[in-house]
């Protein structure tokens, strides 16, 4: 038996490349909006939400998840990329169906130029995924104080200082100068949580690293316990300086 979705709607997040995206929701307070396609976006398909707080969003790993095929067994970064579990004891986006799943905090219905759009913040999500569906989070059921969760027990603790420099914050202040995308506070609780790959600490050599976020390119390296960021640099820049 098979079946077939179609998506209502599209991921818009500050989110243009895999690496950095934070690996739960919640970690990073990420602003996001849901664009709803025809004939999805209805104001009145979404009456009565305003009196939650919270949706969960059913999602499509998308890219290269697709295709890629999926394996009974993954390394999770949270173990350090060294310990192996069932794909089911994981979140790996490399699975038999590739749909993931995240609690956001949701703002309501926005309208701009992409169209009727939900807006949420919290998202891990890629931006361009496709969503699914959109349903209310109800505490009373889904909030379950009692549940153990085996490796993932506690939200992991921030694994490094970070610190702007001041060819960093001058970017950051060019590229967001009214601080309406929160790129500063993004940049340092996306890295703060270390991005990296867990089997970077095999590689203790390497210490310069690249994220993006939005349109820019967000250079940091590692000093001891500390992220320094280098520079916030639009992406057509970063390719022009890299190619010189």
Known sequence: MAFS???????????????GIPRQPGLVAAPGRIVLHPPYARREAFAALEGFSHVWLLWVFHDDCLAAGWKPTVRPPRLGGRRTVGVFASRAPYRPNPIGLSAVAQHGLVDDADGLALAVSGVDLLDGTPVLDIKPYVAYADALPQATCGFAQAEPARAFAVRLSAEAAQDIAARDPDG???LARLIEQMIAQDPRPGYMDRYPERKAFTIRLYDCDIRWRLDGDTAVVQRCIP???AHQETHQ
């Open 180 to 182: 309406r995308l929160a």
């Open 5 to 19: 979705f179609e998506p209502i709607g599209i991921a818009r997040t500050p989110f243009t490349d895999k690496f």
């Open 235 to 237: 992406v057509r820049n």
